[in-house]
């Protein structure tokens, strides 16, 4: 049975994509680039802050306009509310079940660290995770293995008892990168490659089938 749960954040727990398209459309707009849909931004997204701004751009890619629309983003997307990026359905109530049954918790996520730790002092502070492991840029982001690598070694388990738990490709390369098992979620924004993959453990639907890998039921 799996002893630890690694979880991305975006995707994963947290429906975060409309507050990001809102912030990156208004840079955009700004500098006169085209902006995106839903559809359309959520191919652009895995990596880093540049690997996202870089898809984003497309054709007006520059490291000029790399750089003047990243910050700009990130001026309206820092300072605001977020009120558009909320947790998944059931996603508290899987966490407090798997916690109470002794599944030791973690994050690993591209997202930078202090916006991982606001969302959840402000949606999960019942929940002690182990590690929250976020974009660092002294650090390498994901797919590199660094912050699972820092996970594990800090709870002191063998891999093939830690779970990686995400919803697209960035998520299936970092938990190969790291040689521990990973499972996809469907209700993010990956797609049927990523839900085919042969490198994954399994593909879910809702977030109570999390528990059946734990050998839990709700």
Do not use: H
Request: proline share 4%; charged share 25%.
């Amino acid at each position: 049975m799996k002893k630890l749960a690694i979880f991305d954040f975006d995707g994963t727990l947290f429906d975060s994509i409309w507050d990001v398209i809102s912030c990156f459309n208004r840079a955009l707009t700004i500098y006169g680039f085209p902006t995106l849909t839903r559809e359309e931004y959520i191919p652009c997204l895995g990596g880093d802050i540049d690997d996202i701004t870089s898809r984003v751009l497309g054709e007006n890619n520059t490291p000029e306009n790399l750089e003047k629309v990243k910050k700009t983003y990130l001026d309206f997307y820092n300072p605001s509310k977020k009120e558009l990026t909320v947790p998944f359905d059931n996603a508290l109530e899987i966490l407090e079940k798997l916690q109470e049954n002794g599944i030791l918790l973690a994050i690993n996520s591209n997202r930078l660290n202090y916006s991982l730790n606001e969302f959840v002092e402000k949606y999960f502070s019942d929940i002690d995770f182990v590690l929250i492991e976020g974009q660092d840029s002294s650090n390498p982001s994901k797919p590199d293995p660094y912050g699972v690598n820092r996970i594990i070694k800090k709870v002191g388990i063998n891999k093939d008892d830690a779970l990686y738990i995400g919803d697209s490709t960035t998520d299936i390369k970092t938990a190969q990168n790291a040689g521990i098992d990973c499972i996809v979620v469907k209700w993010g924004y990956g797609n049927q490659n990523d839900f085919e993959n042969e490198n994954i453990l399994g593909c879910i639907d809702e977030m109570s089938q999390i528990l059946d890998y734990f050998g839990l039921s709700e």
